[in-house]
């Protein structure tokens, strides 16, 4: 299975903070799915703002065509899996590989990426 970058977010403090300088600085324009999450709409790969705090990186999703199948793969190789998330851009999950590295992996659902 080959995986490239699907969804990435943004640490953020402040949702409305973060959609108010990244919207001025880079045009990006977000739809707020719930109090702790906005999607970006108007990129090109899909993207959004998490609220929990500053990050010194994003947080990066591999998509994948079947998330219950790589979670299984996940485990087979030697890593560990947490929790999938489902939301309306899909569905993901954060996953620690075989070394302790943190990875996400995300379905798109219908109409996103």
Not at 28 to 53: C, D, Q
Not at 70 to 85: F, P, Q
């Amino acid at each position: 299975m080959a995986a490239e970058l699907g969804y990435y977010t943004l640490s953020v403090t402040d949702l409305d903070r973060a959609a108010a300088f990244y919207g001025g600085l880079f045009g990006w324009e977000g739809k707020r799915e719930h109090e702790s999450y906005l999607h970006i709409t108007n990129t090109a790969v899909p993207m959004g703002f998490v609220s929990g705090g500053p990050s010194s990186q994003p947080n990066l999703y591999y998509h994948v065509p079947d998330i219950d199948a790589a979670i299984e793969r996940v485990r087979e190789l030697g890593g560990s899996t947490g929790d999938v998330m489902d939301s309306k851009s899909g569905r993901g999950c954060t996953c620690t590989d075989d070394q302790g590295t943190v990875i996400g992996l995300w379905q798109p659902a219908p109409g996103f990426g």
